[in-house]
């Protein structure tokens, strides 16, 4: 394997990990937005808590948006630009570096293992195409 991918289609298996992976990502950055909104709130800021409610709400949206896409070339790249993101919200919320660093694990770890899965079933198909001769009964 040359490096992982940013860009372009998936095997079969890759793209519906990292789908389940984004759909899990965008329900814990949802309920860490009501969270950080909550903190904030209780600390005198409301308006600070919008913000926080906004921008994480708007992650999570763009995590499911990434896991529907994630059949299509772009999907990839969704999926990388929601990791990069939470990363950078943990510039407003510091909290957000441990959500950051499991689900980047997660990601990447499903992103390798996905693309060994999909080259060993297409090994297995294609000896089970090459081993197949028509008319030898």
Same mark, same amino acid.
């Given at each position: 394997m040359s490096g992982l991918p940013l860009y372009g289609r998936q095997g !079969? *298996?890759?793209?519906r990990l990292l789908a389940v992976a984004l759909g899990g990502q965008a329900v814990v950055l949802f309920f860490f937005a009501l969270v950080a909104r909550a903190l904030a709130v209780a600390d005198s800021r409301p308006a600070d808590g919008d913000r926080l409610l906004w921008v994480g709400v708007g992650l999570a949206v763009l995590a499911l948006l990434g896991? #529907? *896409?994630? !059949?299509r070339p772009v999907g990839i790249t969704v999926g990388w630009l929601v990791q990069a993101l939470t990363w950078a919200s943990a510039l407003l919320v510091t909290a957000m570096v441990g959500v950051a660093v499991v689900f980047t694990a997660v990601w990447v770890l499903l992103l390798v293992? #996905? *693309? !060994?899965a999909d080259a060993l079933v297409a090994r297995h198909e294609a000896q089970a195409a090459g081993s197949t001769t028509p008319g030898a009964d």
């Open positions: !079969r *298996l890759t793209f896991a #529907g *896409l994630m !059949r293992q #996905g *693309l !060994r």
